[in-house]
């Protein structure tokens, strides 16, 4: 039984009951508290219970429970006019994005004085995420190292493995680090290329004339510093696959080079006189849309239709959020059979603000954040202090549809590179000249952040 002196209980009515609901359930908003009717209508919802479910109030006040939260029990809310307490109770609790967490469930019922059950109340508080079996991991949803559940993710996996056998030029469009350059490698290893090589060039990385020389070679003597004759990577591609890696960032004389291999399956080395016959797939990806490119003057409309003969899309992870559970396990996984530590459980606000993140840098952030809880974190379970800062501000939880930076603080080389990013439009060259970086150092810093 709880005390409480005379002096609270005039405070209390100072305050009002409404309130003091409101105070207390804003203490414990790392759990859920509700009310609902004698009828199952959902009457108050705590904004702890706005960020576990990810539901607004707005979207649930007034509605009957079982619908709202889209719970199997279809009965009197969940048997507790029968039952009157259910204490701890072990819940799978199914956010709109797809994804389930561990909850255990306290309720109380309230009855009428003439014994009809009246309404209850209710709180569910996070149980720690356990990492799911290994085998329920691998088996079903990993297709040549690609994990994922996501329909639009099948789809494309469904293309690829039809496409595979054919001699197809493949067009991967998606954000950086939605796993442009891994579907190319399955695709690569499904063809019956696979045993020749996959090569990968980033067209966005290096400067027109060292593109040029790295794609198609270059002869001795053909500019100042080509000491020997160099193969490019048509040429060693030869048999295999090569990957054009952000392809709308070729210039547009190299696009008249590329066009030119594509149709006649030759070229010509920088500075050569005679052409090389190759017999190169091509798979090229951007995070454009071509179409757009072609629109602006600044791509070959020719070339995107022989690039994207077949078109694949990658969703970026906000998107496909039932996926970041699936893959934050399957990194944790992987650090746990190659480092000291062992990791078997996710805290409860920790899973919920990666659960709530925006993912910018998509599975390649999530696999650095990964790798940063190992590192700064010990003990067998990924805390909130395990995470990145970006984590643990306040607002995280709620930044989901937020810019990722605002103003002009500038905190560190990450948030510089990404504010630029932002202040460019997402236009890579700009970004870097914001910045007074070569195009190469930008990219290079933007990988390894994860942006
Ligand atoms: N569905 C997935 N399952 C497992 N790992 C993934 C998946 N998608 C991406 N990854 C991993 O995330 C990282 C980034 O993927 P990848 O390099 O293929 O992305 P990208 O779209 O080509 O990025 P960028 O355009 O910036 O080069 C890699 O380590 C890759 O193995």
């Given at each position: 039984m709880s005390q409480s002196s005379p002096f609270f209980n005039r405070w209390l009515s100072q305050i009002g009951p409404d309130q003091v609901i409101t105070i207390l359930t804003d203490l414990v908003d790392a759990g859920a508290v509700f009310a609902v009717d004698a009828g199952g209508k959902i009457l108050f919802w705590s904004k702890g219970a706005e960020k576990l479910?990810?539901?607004?109030?707005?979207?649930?006040?007034?509605?009957?429970?079982?619908?709202?939260?889209n719970c199997d029990e279809g009965r009197d809310p969940c048997g507790l006019a029968e039952h009157g307490v259910i204490k701890d109770q072990l819940v799978k609790l199914r956010r709109p994005d797809g994804n389930t967490l561990n909850c255990y469930r306290t309720a109380r019922a309230f009855f009428a004085a003439d014994g009809q059950f009246a309404g209850a109340l209710e709180f569910l508080q996070p149980r720690a995420a356990t990492a799911p079996s290994a085998k329920s991991?691998?088996?079903?949803?990993?297709?040549?190292?690609?994990?994922?559940?996501?329909?639009?993710?099948?789809?494309?996996?469904?293309?690829?493995?039809?496409?595979?056998?054919?001699?197809?030029?493949?067009?991967?469009?998606?954000e950086s680090g939605t796993g442009k350059?891994?579907?190319?490698?399955?695709?690569?290893?499904?063809?019956?290329?696979?045993?020749?090589?996959?090569?990968?060039?980033?067209?966005?990385a290096l400067t027109p004339s060292l593109l040029e020389s790295e794609l198609f070679g270059h002869v001795k003597g053909a500019f100042t510093g080509a000491m020997r004759n160099h193969a490019?990577?048509?040429?060693?591609?030869?048999?295999?696959?090569?990957?054009?890696?952000?392809?709308?960032?070729?210039p547009l004389e190299l696009q008249?080079?590329?066009?030119?291999?594509?149709?006649?399956?030759?070229?010509?080395?920088?500075?050569?006189?005679a052409a090389i016959s190759v017999d190169v797939r091509i798979i090229a990806a951007t995070h454009r849309s071509l179409r757009e490119e072609v629109k602006a003057g600044r791509f070959r409309e020719d070339l995107m239709y022989r690039l994207r003969v077949v078109p694949v899309f990658l969703p970026p992870l906000r998107e496909r959020r039932q996926d970041v559970n699936l893959l934050l396990w399957q990194c944790i996984q992987q650090?746990?059979?190659?480092?000291p530590r062992h990791v078997d459980s996710i805290a409860p606000e920790a899973m919920r603000r990666l659960l709530d993140?925006?993912?910018?840098?998509?599975?390649?952030e999530l696999k650095n954040v990964v790798e940063y809880a190992f590192a700064v974190g010990r003990g067998n379970e990924i805390t909130l202090d395990d995470l990145p800062p970006e984590f643990r501000e306040p607002a995280a939880a709620h930044r989901t549809d937020l810019?990722?930076?605002?103003?002009?603080?500038?905190?560190?080389?990450?948030?510089?590179?990404?504010?630029?990013?932002?202040t460019a439009g997402g236009h890579l060259e700009t970004a870097a000249d914001l910045l007074g970086m070569s195009r190469a150092t930008f990219w290079r810093k933007r990988k390894k952040y994860g942006l």
């Open positions: 479910f990810g539901l607004s109030a707005e979207a649930v006040i007034g509605k009957v429970c079982t619908e709202a939260l991991l691998t088996d079903s949803d990993s297709f040549h190292g690609i994990l994922s559940r996501d329909p639009t993710m099948q789809e494309a996996i469904k293309i690829i493995r039809n496409v595979a056998e054919t001699e197809a030029t493949v067009l991967i469009r998606g350059e891994l579907v190319a490698q399955a695709l690569h290893q499904e063809s019956s290329r696979s045993n020749k090589p996959f090569l990968a060039i980033n067209c966005a490019g990577l048509f040429q060693r591609a030869n048999g295999g696959t090569l990957f054009l890696d952000e392809v709308a960032e070729l008249a080079k590329l066009l030119r291999v594509l149709q006649e399956q030759s070229f010509i080395p920088v500075g050569a006189d650090h746990n059979q190659h480092g993140y925006r993912w910018p840098g998509n599975v390649r810019p990722l930076f605002t103003g002009n603080r500038r905190v560190n080389e990450a948030d510089s590179i990404r504010e630029a990013l932002q």
